[in-house]
């Protein structure tokens, strides 16, 4: 089922969580809300359950407008980010409340519940409390408990923020999977960029209430619409009007009219990834994404002088982008886009 | 440790003992006994050993006769209708505290607490005021049955709301959420949901309200008076001290006793089930076997 939301506005008190948000979101695709804290993510997620009711605006889930339904009848699995698992439950009777509601008789939601702990690797926890599983367990029991009356929409409010780095990785690939064999519409919250490019399909930037920018990852990284979203998709140095991604500065050994003179701070191996950082003349800091081998051939030590040649830069203020290491680096091509 | 286990509502297991500063465990326990010994254990001994001084058979004769049964039977059934109004109205009142804001909530709060800093007997006072042969709206309910439940109320209000309050702000609302998304509506939240997270809080405030309730005096004595039919077993041990019974009196106060502990063994048993799944976790950790039985999912074990 397609969602979409139309000219969204919510306020709380002085804060204006939502400022005229509209989105997309095509039938059986996995889209995440992508943002920093505040920029109105969980509201506009919670608003499309109808946990949160909007000031002005609409939400539509398959064409037909469910702004003034209650989130009983929406018909929306929602899953949050410390997991709200039922504690006096037991794992069963948590991923069976939904069925029990809806009346159904003991032995077909036995055979619903089993069957979803085994989609949800679980089997064999049904008789345990959540306080006896780990985060992990418990937000894998919270999806089966979302997804066991069959919503329209899966909705995910920061699923794997409460889980260490391991568990969040192994849960996003598993999600992905289980989105690609439930074809479920799925909305998910995060935080993390690398998160929501490694799952999601369409990406959703937003910043203070509003939506900077949506589109595939690629389009995001490759042609961010703004400043906020080329600095929020992805690493990028900031000098003076532009950007350049840190793997677009190439750094030489001997000087040329194309390159800038810079001092080499420090050297962080981050395993294959090499990280150089350079203070240039005028002070500014940049840092370089070299490949271990790139880094050995240039022969590079922290102290020592070096050169650096944008090799891709972006400007977004509409004039014509001025260079962005100085006046000795006029050449390399670059893009301007205008702001929205 | 995932960062949620900060936020769990359920104590980790604990790592070592607390102990007070400079004193240690032996002298610690020491202490106790002694305090609990000079003011618990050996007057109540002392009371068993009074009621029992003229043997089983003088000791029943005392507590079954007409008017002795009677002021039992009174205080019980009016203490059960009292915890019973009380959890009610106390989880109401606890409710509107927590979840609603409406102007003077902080005074409201602040009243809750007043029939506990009240002395009884001016309790007693103010109820006949209001509800005497007085009575500025024409009630008066005062030397009846309906006084003694009026007057329990009062006194016991407190007790439920208190128990109750703490447990409702720290409910996770999420829960309420989840369940509204799957399809649950108010009443059947609050059911399934709400009221068995409130249960042992509930629990403990009834217990303390019953009681309170059962050997509650002051407030009962001038309101509704020491009537034959409206005598409790509290204002019975009274007199019964005036008119030199005492063994009498100590037998009487032996039942009301026993009453008050059965209650709390029956609170105790509810309070237990109604947490079971937060003792299950200690369980956990201290059988590694069951830990290690999970299967699937051993990667991200906390």
Same mark, same amino acid.
């Given at each position: 089922?397609?969602? $979409?939301?139309?000219?969204?506005?919510?306020?709380?008190?002085?804060?204006?969580?939502?400022?005229?948000?509209?989105?997309?979101?095509?039938?059986?695709?996995?889209?995440?809300?992508?943002?920093?804290?505040? $920029?109105?993510?969980?509201?506009?997620?919670?608003?499309?359950?109808?946990? /949160?009711?909007?000031?002005?605006? !609409?939400?539509?889930?398959?064409?037909?407008?469910?702004?003034?339904?209650?989130?009983?009848?929406?018909?929306?699995?929602?899953?949050?980010?410390?997991?709200?698992?039922?504690?006096?439950?037991?794992?069963?009777?948590?991923?069976?409340?939904?069925?029990?509601?809806?009346?159904?008789?003991?032995?077909?939601?036995?055979?619903?519940?089993?069957?979803?702990?085994?989609?949800?690797? %679980?089997?064999? %926890?049904?008789?345990?409390?959540? $306080?006896?599983? $780990?985060?992990?367990?418990?937000?894998?029991?919270?999806?089966?408990?979302?997804?066991?009356?069959?919503?329209?929409?899966?909705?995910?409010?920061?699923?794997?923020?409460?889980?260490?780095?391991?568990?969040?990785?192994?849960?996003?690939?598993?999600?992905?999977? %289980?989105?690609? /064999?439930?074809?479920?519409?799925?909305?998910?919250?995060?935080?993390?960029?690398?998160?929501?490019?490694?799952?999601?399909?369409?990406?959703?930037?937003?910043?203070?209430?509003?939506?900077?920018?949506?589109?595939?990852?690629?389009?995001?990284?490759?042609?961010?619409?703004?400043?906020?979203?080329?600095?929020?998709?992805?690493?990028?140095?900031?000098?003076?009007?532009?950007?350049?991604?840190?793997?677009?500065?190439?750094?030489?050994?001997?000087?040329?009219?194309?390159?800038?003179?810079?001092?080499?701070?420090?050297?962080?191996?981050?395993?294959?990834?090499?990280?150089? /950082? %350079?203070?240039?003349?005028?002070?500014?800091?940049?840092?370089?994404?070299?490949?271990?081998? /790139?880094?050995? !051939?240039?022969?590079?030590?922290?102290?020592?002088?070096?050169?650096?040649?944008?090799?891709?830069?972006?400007?977004?203020?509409?004039?014509?982008?001025?260079?962005?290491?100085?006046?000795?680096?006029?050449?390399?091509?670059?893009?301007?886009?205008? !702001?929205? | 440790?995932?960062?949620?286990?900060?936020?769990?509502?359920?104590?980790?297991?604990?790592?070592?003992?607390?102990?007070?500063?400079?004193?240690?465990?032996?002298?610690?326990?020491?202490?106790?006994?002694?305090?609990?010994?000079?003011?618990?254990?050996?007057?109540?001994?002392?009371?068993?050993?009074?009621?029992?001084?003229?043997?089983?058979?003088?000791?029943? +004769?005392?507590?079954? +006769?007409?008017?002795?049964?009677?002021?039992?039977?009174?205080?019980?059934?009016?203490?059960?209708?009292?915890?019973?109004?009380?959890?009610?109205?106390?989880?109401?009142?606890?409710?509107?505290?927590?979840?609603?804001?409406?102007?003077?909530?902080?005074?409201?709060?602040?009243?809750?607490?007043?029939?506990?800093?009240?002395?009884?007997?001016?309790?007693?006072?103010?109820?006949?005021?209001?509800?005497?042969?007085? +009575?500025?709206?024409?009630?008066?309910?005062?030397?009846?049955?309906?006084?003694?439940?009026?007057?329990?109320?009062?006194?016991?209000?407190?007790?439920?709301?208190?128990?109750?309050?703490?447990?409702?702000?720290?409910?996770?609302?999420?829960?309420?959420?989840?369940?509204?998304?799957?399809?649950?509506?108010?009443?059947?939240?609050?059911?399934?949901?709400?009221?068995?997270?409130?249960?042992?809080?509930?629990?403990?405030?009834?217990?303390?309200?019953?009681?309170?309730?059962?050997?509650?005096?002051?407030?009962?004595?001038?309101?509704?008076?020491?009537?034959?039919?409206?005598?409790?077993?509290?204002?019975?041990?009274?007199?019964?001290?005036?008119?030199?019974?005492?063994?009498?009196?100590?037998?009487?106060?032996?039942?009301?006793?026993?009453?008050?502990?059965?209650?709390?063994?029956?609170?105790?048993?509810?309070?237990?089930?109604?947490?079971?799944?937060?003792?299950?976790?200690?369980?956990?950790?201290?059988?590694?076997?069951?830990?290690?039985?999970?299967?699937?999912?051993?990667?991200?074990?906390?």
């Amino acid at each position: 089922m397609g969602i $979409s939301v139309e000219g969204a506005n919510k306020c709380f008190g002085d804060f204006q969580a939502l400022d005229d948000v509209s989105i997309e979101v095509p039938d059986g695709s996995l889209t995440a809300l992508l943002g920093p804290s505040g $920029s109105g993510k969980s509201t506009l997620l919670r608003a499309i359950a109808g946990l /949160e009711t909007l000031d002005t605006g !609409r939400v539509l889930i398959d064409g037909e407008d469910v702004s003034k339904k209650p989130t009983q009848k929406r018909e929306v699995g929602f899953v949050f980010q410390h997991y709200a698992a039922f504690k006096h439950m037991t794992v069963y009777e948590n991923v069976g409340f939904g069925l029990k509601i809806r009346k159904w008789k003991k032995d077909k939601v036995r055979a619903r519940v089993d069957e979803l702990l085994n989609l949800v690797q %679980l089997p064999g %926890l049904a008789d345990r409390y959540p $306080s006896q599983l $780990s985060g992990g367990q418990r937000q894998r029991m919270a999806l089966a408990r979302a997804l066991a009356v069959q919503p329209q929409v899966l909705l995910l409010d920061e699923p794997f923020g409460a889980l260490d780095a391991k568990v969040r990785k192994d849960l996003r690939t598993w999600l992905r999977n %289980l989105h690609e /064999e439930m074809n479920v519409t799925t909305i998910f919250v995060t935080h993390d960029q690398e998160e929501a490019m490694d799952v999601a399909g369409q990406l959703v930037v937003m910043n203070q209430g509003r939506v900077e920018q949506s589109g595939s990852a690629a389009d995001l990284y490759d042609k961010p619409a703004n400043e906020f979203v080329m600095s929020f998709v992805g690493e990028v140095n900031r000098l003076g009007d532009d950007f350049v991604r840190p793997h677009d500065i190439e750094i030489v050994r001997d000087r040329d009219d194309s390159t800038a003179e810079a001092m080499v701070q420090r050297i962080v191996a981050l395993g294959f990834e090499i990280r150089v /950082e %350079l203070v240039l003349g005028d002070g500014t800091e940049v840092w370089a994404q070299l490949t271990r081998s /790139e880094l050995q !051939r240039l022969e590079l030590r922290e102290g020592q002088i070096a050169y650096l040649r944008p090799v891709h830069a972006k400007s977004f203020n509409g004039s014509a982008p001025s260079n962005p290491l100085g006046p000795r680096l006029p050449k390399g091509p670059r893009t301007v886009a205008t !702001r929205r | 440790m995932e960062a949620h286990a900060a936020k769990s509502p359920v104590a980790p297991p604990r790592a070592r003992q607390l102990r007070l500063p400079g004193v240690g465990a032996g002298l610690g326990r020491g202490v106790v006994v002694l305090y609990l010994s000079l003011f618990v254990l050996l007057p109540l001994a002392a009371l068993l050993d009074n009621s029992l001084s003229e043997g089983i058979g003088h000791f029943w +004769s005392q507590v079954s +006769s007409g008017q002795a049964k009677r002021s039992l039977e009174l205080i019980l059934v009016c203490s059960l209708i009292v915890v019973a109004i009380n959890a009610v109205f106390g989880t109401i009142v606890a409710w509107l505290l927590v979840r609603d804001n409406f102007p003077g909530k902080s005074i409201v709060n602040a009243i809750i607490d007043l029939p506990f800093a009240l002395p009884t007997i001016v309790a007693s006072l103010i109820l006949i005021q209001l509800w005497g042969n007085k +009575s500025p709206v024409g009630i008066d309910i005062a030397l009846t049955r309906t006084a003694i439940v009026v007057a329990l109320c009062f006194v016991t209000l407190p007790f439920v709301v208190r128990a109750v309050q703490p447990l409702l702000i720290e409910m996770d609302r999420e829960m309420e959420e989840a369940a509204a998304s799957l399809g649950a509506g108010g009443f059947t939240i609050f059911r399934r949901i709400i009221f068995p997270n409130l249960l042992p809080g509930l629990a403990a405030g009834v217990a303390l309200a019953f009681a309170r309730a059962l050997g509650e005096y002051g407030s009962v004595l001038l309101f509704a008076g020491g009537k034959p039919d409206t005598q409790v077993a509290s204002i019975f041990i009274g007199q019964q001290i005036e008119t030199g019974n005492e063994v009498g009196a100590s037998a009487v106060s032996i039942v009301l006793l026993a009453m008050a502990l059965v209650c709390l063994l029956i609170i105790t048993l509810i309070q237990r089930w109604g947490s079971r799944h937060e003792r299950s976790q200690v369980n956990l950790a201290a059988n590694p076997v069951i830990t290690g039985a999970a299967p699937q999912g051993g990667d991200e074990r906390e």
